[in-house]
């Protein structure tokens, strides 16, 4: 038996966007402007970097193991009971207790091509059978597709709406006869990390609005409020599965501090606002200067952009010549798709300044 199993050995890594001090370094450039990672640019919300700053002192005590504070403000935000309320160390951290909770033996999980390289690190990590359904020639999940792959085995199912990288959705209509073909034994992780992003479009199926017992709903503080580097997220669904979660995950996470600030940034309503207003206008800016710049855009609903080169070469080009500009944005090789690249809705500010240097490349 070797020491490290197969499924560990033959892991590709999760790699994250290039961090500013370290491309300001390498290239000697003052300003550096990151649209790589989908981050908060307006910063964290206020009224959670003032409960944090408040709860310092009491950090030499565990945290609640419950999180009996952060999830009965949720449960009470989405009029559930707080026993479908589960919070971990990002949503990717609740991600990673579903797959240890759940899957066994010869379980299988299924999912679109592509999708989001989180969960793609955790599924091939598990070492467990995969399929992976090709996409439409729009970059959309084909969720009818999904549905023919399902086997006696599938046990997880995961969907990202709006999707990680390219931005997409899949609609109602789709989810709703996708999920009539989903026997009750399987779990679909339905992640809407962007959701709020997305909330303003009709044809987007919030799945709070649905009630499935085999679905799992992910949602994260890290994107529309801002605290992406405290790594804290939330999941509703059915009281026998958060129950199993609650089993598995670790006892003391999230941390005090990550679980403070996820409260406080419930209540920041104005924080949200200016959030939301920022991004789908800063959205609407690139949008037309990408286009007007020669580029196809894909349809996107999130805080960020999925953009098609002419070819894959001008793809990386360009990436490279926005890094020696000062601007971080994603090339999606990694992803599986060497014709786009993605970027982040910045500040107005940062905008102007991606497209300066778009211009310029
Ligand atoms: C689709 C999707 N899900 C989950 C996450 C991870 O969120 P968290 O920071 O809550 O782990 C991301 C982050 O980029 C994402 O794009």
Redesign the pocket.
């Known amino acids: 038996m070797p020491l490290v199993p197969k499924a560990i050995k033959n892991l590709r890594p999760y790699s994250p966007g290039k961090p500013i001090e370290e491309v300001q370094r390498e290239l000697g450039l003052d300003r550096v402007v990151k649209l790589a990672?989908?981050e908060n640019p307006w910063g964290p919300s206020p009224m959670a970097i003032k409960a944090v700053s408040g709860a310092l002192g009491g950090l030499h005590r565990y945290p609640d193991m419950l999180a009996r504070d952060l999830r009965s403000a949720l449960a009470a935000r989405f009029d559930l009971k707080m026993e479908n309320v589960v919070v971990g160390s990002?949503?990717?951290?609740i991600m990673a207790n579903i797959m240890r909770t759940f899957l066994c033996d010869e379980d299988e999980i299924l999912t679109a091509e592509n999708t989001?390289v989180?969960?793609m690190v955790l599924a091939n990590g598990s070492g467990q059978k995969i399929t992976l359904v090709p996409r439409g020639a729009d970059y959309r999940y084909d969720l009818e597709g999904m549905s023919s792959e399902l086997s006696e085995y599938t046990k997880i199912i995961y969907l990202?709406n709006p999707?990680?990288p390219t931005g997409t959705i899949f609609t109602r209509k789709e989810f709703d006869a996708f999920m009539k073909r989903v026997p009750s034994r399987c779990l679909v992780i339905y992640?809407e990390?962007?959701i709020e992003f997305a909330a303003d479009d009709a044809r987007f199926p919030d799945s709070m609005s649905y009630r499935y017992d085999n679905v799992i709903t992910?949602r994260?503080?890290?994107?529309a409020y801002g605290l992406?580097g405290l790594?804290?997220?939330y999941g509703f669904a059915h009281e026998d599965l958060i129950a199993n979660l609650m089993k598995v995950k670790l006892p003391f996470e999230p941390s005090v501090l990550a679980q403070i600030a996820g409260r406080a940034a419930l209540e920041d309503q104005d924080f949200l606002r200016r959030t939301l207003e920022g991004t789908l206008a800063g959205r609407k800016t690139l949008q037309s200067g990408l286009v007007n710049a020669g580029f196809e855009v894909l349809p996107g609903s999130t805080n960020f952009l999925a953009v098609k080169a002419p070819s894959a070469e001008t793809a990386a080009e360009i990436c490279q010549n926005l890094l020696l500009r000062g601007v971080i944005v994603r090339p999606l090789t990694a992803f599986g798709f060497p014709e786009l690249f993605r970027v982040t809705i910045g500040t107005e500010e940062e905008n102007t300044f991606f497209l300066e240097a778009l211009k310029a490349t």
């Open positions: 990672s989908n990002g949503s990717e951290g989001f989180g969960f990202a999707d990680n992640d990390a962007y992910l994260t503080f890290s994107k992406a790594r804290i997220g």
